[in-house]
């Protein structure tokens, strides 16, 4: 016969037993119900960022030649000289750094270059040059020489801001041939059997590199990229959708 | 399996090293510049200029500040609320740097190396995260009993 302390030792081993299954059970429940609404949560979540993320992902390639009559209006008048727009004689040029895929170039081909053009450029008192600085992909080196091959018929102007306005979304291989023949014809270029002929040219190439061995000695890693450069110097004014507001005090200080 | 303490000290120090690195990122890209990459080349450049780094006009890593503040905090709350809530937060987290990730390899083509550094991180603190709330949900109840043989 077990004595009363055995009794109580098995008494609280049994209660012990039955305590740790509940605690078990209860651990397993808390497990599965708080891991199934973490992960069901974290799922929506990222499904969400996701969703916006790709609706934010820029639009789609245009029809080819959207707003070529407004950009024809926006320089209407202003001479071109190969990669150069407006007065060749300024005593200051602005330098763009940019990519034709890149979208915060499109956002300050559509916010800042309209200002810049009609109230810098147009009065003269300073003139505006684009460098094709590609970093976005191959099809970003494709487009620039299409622009460049543009320049040979002074069309250079036309071709980047139509460009921009027909805007896709980067590397997803709308820089087709027909769209940028579409952009050719849009801009104004009179000579498109020219053109095609010319975008092959393999001196586009080293005009390129020199662009990027440019971009690295001034230690550039953005696009668009705004430098001024006047008899006061050049200086490297910064990179995003820069208020007009900026590059013209810049200007100044190298007049 | 290392303690609860262990797994919450890790949490916090991985979570404020990931608060460092998308705090560098937001800077860099503020004022429309970029990274730099450590070992040169423009790969950060042509990710902080691609569309997929700004979701509805906020940079990504601002989103990754965010994230990382708050399993820093799952970190420092105890129980199963903060198992849980740094459960979830690790889950998002790696999923969407999972996204990026691809974004980079097979739409941008361009590794930033910020970017895998976070995404790194990320995949840390899923792991920190996981162990501690599979480890140690409910664990407060199977504390040891306090009574006694006396007390029946």
Not at chain 1, 98 to 115: E, W
Request: hydrophobic fraction near 45%; charged fraction near 15%; include cysteine.
């Amino acid at each position: 016969m077990a004595s009363r302390k055995e009794q109580k030792e098995q008494l609280r081993a049994e209660r012990m037993a039955r305590e740790a299954e509940e605690q078990a059970k209860e651990r397993r429940r808390r497990l599965i119900q708080y891991g199934s609404a973490a992960g069901f949560l974290a799922i929506c979540v990222v499904v969400v960022l996701i969703i916006v993320s790709q609706s934010g992902g820029g639009s789609s390639a245009g029809s080819g030649s959207k707003d070529a009559a407004a950009i024809e209006q926006q320089l209407k008048g202003i001479p071109q000289h190969g990669t150069v727009l407006g007065d060749p004689k300024a005593k200051v040029t602005v330098v763009e750094f940019g990519d034709l895929q890149c979208p915060v170039c499109q956002a300050f081909s559509v916010q800042t270059a309209p200002g810049l053009i009609s109230d810098v450029v147009r009065k003269g008192t300073a003139n505006y040059e684009f460098r094709q600085y590609v970093i976005i992909g191959p099809d970003s080196t494709v487009a620039a020489k299409a622009a460049l091959a543009a320049s040979e018929q002074d069309r250079y102007w036309n071709y980047i801001e139509l460009f921009y306005r027909n805007q896709g979304t980067e590397n997803s291989g709308y820089v087709t041939d027909s769209f940028l023949e579409s952009i050719a014809k849009g801009a104004g270029v009179p000579d498109i059997a020219k053109w095609n002929k010319d975008r092959e040219s393999s001196k586009w190439d080293a005009t390129l590199s020199k662009v990027q061995k440019e971009t690295t000695a001034l230690g550039i890693n953005a696009t668009p990229t705004i430098m001024v450069d006047g008899p006061g110097g050049s200086k490297v004014v910064g990179s995003g959708v820069l208020p007009l507001s900026q590059i013209e005090s810049a200007i100044k200080s190298v007049q | 399996m290392p303690s609860e303490r262990a797994l919450r000290l890790a949490g916090a120090v991985i979570a404020t090293v990931g608060i460092g690195v998308a705090t560098y990122i937001t800077i860099a890209d503020s004022g429309g510049g970029a990274p730099t990459c450590l070992a040169g080349g423009h790969g950060c450049a042509t990710v902080a200029n691609s569309s997929y780094s700004h979701i509805a006009g906020v940079n990504v890593a601002v989103f990754g500040i965010v994230g990382y503040v708050l399993l820093l905090a799952a970190a420092a709350i105890p129980g199963d609320p903060g198992r849980f809530g740094g459960l979830l937060m690790a889950l998002v987290g790696f999923g969407f740097s999972a996204y990026l990730t691809y974004l980079e390899l097979f739409v941008i083509n361009a590794i930033c190396q910020w970017c895998v550094a976070s995404a790194v991180l990320m995949t840390l603190l899923l792991l920190v995260n996981a162990a501690r709330a599979l480890t140690y949900t409910g664990a407060e109840l199977t504390a040891p009993p306090s009574t006694s043989v006396d007390q029946l």
